[in-house]
């Protein structure tokens, strides 16, 4: 009888709780994880890789934050032996597509507009569905989905967003303003752009740089499939 295969990536040492728990440790790159009954994830790195790379297999995020409430490194062993050969329940975690004229990409958690040089203010404008929004002088702007909604955008003031509903939180980042709003919108055909740049403004998809941005250039986030992880007893909480 052929042993269960396990996919991991982000820490290999991984491999041996595998073992150990009578599964087939297939040590890969997010990139290349396939025919795999699941996947150990170590790291939020290797959730968004996972993310992006379109994984179709449910994930044990390890040490990868609440927002896909993760398992931390000490119980990952015992959750490990838990899941092999097991069934349990699973969360979905929408993911954007994010494009641009320059831009092509996906997001699990948040996606910004940030003024490059630090306390400088441009303007900014978010449209979903075609219809305006908002318009506003901030520092920036991030859209973050339900698991990213603990994050960034929780400490900017935005809305903690439920598991598994396809909306994005919007929200001002430093609003030159004292009643700026925030927004929750379907994850459908949402556009960022820059309306007026007094500094340049940069892209970051996750955290990670897709470059400047110019004015007038839309940024359209749309919902593009989700990843699943599981909800075990050692499971971080959410709310």
Excluded: C, K
Aim: hydrophobic share 40%; no cysteine; aromatic share 6%.
């Amino acid at each position: 009888m052929s042993r269960q295969r396990v996919g991991v990536v982000g820490d290999e040492t991984l491999a041996t709780a595998v073992e150990a728990a009578g599964g087939d440790p297939q040590v890969t790159t997010p990139e290349q994880v396939e025919s795999v009954a699941f996947v150990v994830a170590a790291g939020e790195a290797a959730v968004v890789d996972l993310a992006r790379s379109g994984v179709d297999a449910p994930v044990l995020p390890i040490e990868a934050g609440e927002g896909v409430r993760s398992v931390s490194r000490p119980a990952a062993d015992e959750t490990i032996e838990r899941l092999v050969g097991s069934d349990y329940p699973t969360e979905r975690h929408p993911v954007l597509s994010v494009s641009g004229p320059d831009t092509d990409t996906r997001a699990v958690f948040d996606v910004t507009l940030a003024a490059a040089e630090p306390a400088r203010i441009s303007e900014f404008a978010v449209r979903s569905g075609g219809e305006s929004v908002a318009r506003f002088r901030a520092d920036g702007v991030v859209a973050s989905t339900p698991a990213g909604s603990v994050g960034y955008n929780r400490s900017a003031g935005g809305p903690v967003v439920a598991p598994e509903t396809d909306v994005v939180s919007v929200v001002p980042l430093a609003p030159f303003a004292t009643d700026a709003d925030h927004w929750v919108l379907p994850a459908e055909e949402v556009t960022l752009s820059v309306t007026r740049d007094e500094t340049p403004v940069e892209l970051l998809a996750d955290g990670r740089s897709e470059g400047l941005v110019e004015t007038g250039e839309p940024i359209d986030l749309a919902y593009a499939g989700a990843i699943e992880t599981f909800v075990v007893p050692e499971s971080a909480r959410f709310f």
